[in-house]
């Protein structure tokens, strides 16, 4: 059901960075098109 | 290993001096609002009726905390919200620190500019200037002169509504060298170098007693061709007459002041250097930074400081807080980028190397952001986040309760005080306090956690962080 669906993946640095969050993304068939991670401080 | 059997190598801490120069009249020159107000000019009103006057900013708890003359504990006793409940009788003196008015530091900038690149209203500031003027004397204008520069381009200083100054580019094509971006250099020159002053002040040093200045400040010196080249340090070591001194920058996003820290203290191990100076200026480029959530929550525009401090190490004395430089820990390439391997790496492994388990420390400085900043704009507490995380860890060790994690924060956290300056927020911010805790004996040891953003230069997907504990030399 995933599969072909594209997703941009914003990560936080004391949260959940936005290189973990793609990687789970792709094993679930999402196409990851961007991800990256932001300090919102 | 047990506590008992290792043998700790110690580098003293002489003092530290914090400064905070509150400039309202910048804000607009902070990174953010700089853009909000050239697409949408008609902001800058509402932004202008939520600027904060100095009296307001010294009185402000935060800040009260920041310079020494509340302890950080009493924070959370405090009635909220603090931009309104302010402290009666604050002053801008506070036992390890100072609050600087925008006059005072618009002739700290004139006094540390070598280039004629800013200049005021000979009348205003004849009218103006602090008696104890240092450095060079500023370049005066009429104010006909000052509206003409500003017309050509140069950014115009004001007070309140008033055009007072003007500050001009250095090179017409050379975006390193334009106005913004050597305002931003030198405002972190000029309040460094106010901290280092103060700080020597306060320790009856002499500014020939430092050999080596190490500065740890956030923005970036240089030409076109030299974009960041730095040394930074030898500037402000000069502006402060430390003749005998050398120096250099160690730059690590946030994270800079605690390696700058190490590197000192390991500089002094070493016998490269007897006393070093460890600085950092105020980052401008932050300034006003989540001033819209600010406006939209109708609260004064709070991030309306630059945050410096000066600290100076030597070799351990007898009874003296102390960097221990068995402890400093560093965040590996191989660690990953969560925030369960930072704390894994900057807390539990340094501190199982030293015999100690969490709970053997007192207090924790982790980043100590200002909620009352960061909460509006969406971006949480940020130091009680990272209180949380090192009390998970804890459980995780079998070391307290699930149920005993709030009182784990509780006992040896804190609220957040600091400005959002990025290196002044991230550990070093708590470094006053806890020598004043570490002297009464109120604590026996505390751990400074600091983190970096490393990504947000594009250069690496990692974070970055660096950790040490300061204890007493009881000999």
Known sequence: ?41 | MTQESIKPVRVGIEGIFYSLSHVPDLVRYGSKPLRELRANPALATELAQRLRDFSAATAYAPHQVYIGSIAPEKLRDLPKPWYEKLIEGATAQGRFGDIVNEDKFYALLAGADQFDLVSFDDKWFQAHAPGDLIGRAPRLRSLNEIQSVCDKGALPLCSGAQLVGAFEPAHAEDASLAAEVLLENLAAKATAAHSLRLALKQLALKPDDIDFVISCSEEAVGDRYNRGGGNLAKAIAEDVGCGNASGSDVKAFCAGPMYAMVHGASLIQAGVARKIAVVAGGSLAKLGMKFESHLRKKMPVLEDVLGSFAVVLSAAKPNQVCLRLDSAAFHPVRAGASPQAMAEFLVEKPLARLGMKLTNVDRYGVELHNPEITIPSGSGDVARTNYLTLAALAVMRGEIQKHQMEDFVRARGMLGYAPTQGHIPSAIVYLGHAMEALQSSAIRNALLIAKGSLFLGRMTQLSDGCSFLVDRNEV
């Open chain 1, 1 to 41: 059901m995933q599969k072909g669906k594209k997703i941009i993946a914003i990560g936080e640095r004391d949260g959940v960075p936005g290189p973990v969050i793609a990687e789970c993304l792709q094993g679930a068939g999402y196409e990851v098109i961007f991800q990256v991670t932001e300090c919102f401080v």
